[in-house]
Structures are given as C-alpha cells and as structure tokens.
T-cell receptor
C-alpha cells in the first residue's frame, strides 16, 4: 500500500511569492491535515479537511489556505511568503478525521529566501 | 487551547539503559495521547498511543503511562538500542470537540551511546 505522498519534496521560493504543496492520503482515508514544523520544534496544526470540507484551522494567517478534492487529495497554498514560513510542511491522513492514528507523509521542505 | 509541555529536551543514555520522557497537558477533556518518533530527515511515525480510559500500555520495549488526575503522561523505553536515537514527540488533542487537532510537545532528542 502506498503511504501518504507529498510533493514536491523540496522547494526554494523568494519572499512575496506564492507556493502550492500537494498531498495524497492513504487509499481509503477521507481526512487530510496539514502541519508546519519549524526546525527544532514540534509540528503545529494548520488545517484539517474531512470529506472535502474544512473542519478547522490553527492559528495561521489568511495567507494560508487549503482545499480537498473529490479524490481526497489536498493542496496547501501559501501567499506572500515570508522568511518565517520556511519549514517542513507535513501532511497527515486518517480514516475518520480524528487525531487517532495519523499517518504522516515525508513532508515538503520549504525554504524562503 | 491545548498546551503540551515536554521534558527533557535532550536525553543521553547508555545502550541498554532506560529512557523516560514526560509530558503534561492542560485540557482535562483530552482523551488520546500519541507518541511519535522522528529520525533525522524523516517523517514522524506513531510508535505508541494511549486512550484516557487506561493507565498504561506496553508494546515490547516501549510503554506509555497516563495520570489523568495530574494531567501527565510518559514514554518509557527499556533496553535502549542505538536505533532508538531520534527525536520523540508527545501530543494531545485540543479537547473532545477538537479531537482532530493535535498539539505537539517541543520534542526530546534521545541519543543512545554505544
């Protein structure tokens, strides 16, 4: 079985640019959550989508947005990039949208210069 | 919201010894407590979890204990091996109504000395 897949694996962007990160959940999982992990810290919750609807968002500015497609894959968009957005962006999938048994993808390493 | 504090931030142990990591949480309604292991450059992987209706759970060399009254839970690794070297994160959901939002501790870097 394929796990959670994320693309791209690495990305370098300039301040002010926009970026789109992609995630495909485990087959059969209906929920995708996005987390930001700054170097040396634990992951921070950004969004969760369950059955294609936003279920909640964390304490992130409106520059961060996401959506979930009919096939349950998801995109995370970040506009007007800041240096502080440099981080590992992790996608986690789960079957029923609870925090139980999250499976994380390998992440996208975003560097803003 | 949920605040999870994790201690210690770094832990160095001799191979074969035990390692213990402790976390405290603030929301008494939290009902699920997972532990993740993250090796350098890799994804966090769930290694063990516990629900609020039990006090202890074991899986081979790993165990987790939960004290709901004191609102803390701990990870115990016995007979440590070099492959146990990694960063370990505890987490707790932000209450029953937000059980999909996991709050993570800051992590503990465990180094097992051969």
């Amino acid at each position: 079985d394929a796990g959670v897949t994320q693309s791209p694996t690495h990305l370098i962007k300039t301040r002010g640019q926009q970026v789109t990160l992609r995630c495909s959940p485990i087959s059969g999982h209906k929920s995708v959550s996005w987390y930001q992990q700054v170097l040396g810290q634990g992951p921070q919750f950004i969004f969760q989508y369950y059955e294609k609807e936003e279920r909640g968002r964390g304490n992130f500015p409106d520059r961060f947005s996401a959506r979930q497609f009919p096939n349950y894959s998801s995109e995370l968009n970040v506009n007007a990039l800041l240096l502080g957005d440099s981080a590992l962006y992790l996608c986690a999938s789960s079957w029923e949208g609870k925090g139980y048994g999250y499976t994380f993808g390998s992440g996208t390493r975003l560097t803003v210069v | 919201g949920e605040n999870v504090e994790q201690h210690p931030s770094t832990l160095s142990v001799q191979e074969g010894d035990s390692a213990v990591i402790k976390c405290t949480y603030s929301d008494s309604a939290s009902n699920y407590f997972p532990w993740y292991k993250q090796e350098l450059g890799k994804r966090p992987q769930l290694i063990i979890d516990i629900r609020s209706n039990v006090g202890e759970k074991k899986d081979q060399r790993i165990a987790v204990t939960l004290n709901k009254t004191a609102k803390h839970f701990s990870l115990h690794i016995t007979e440590t091996q070099p492959e146990d070297s990694a960063v370990y994160f505890c987490a707790a959901p932000r209450g029953r109504s937000n059980d999909y939002k996991l709050s993570f501790g800051a992590g503990t870097t465990v180094t097992v000395r051969a």
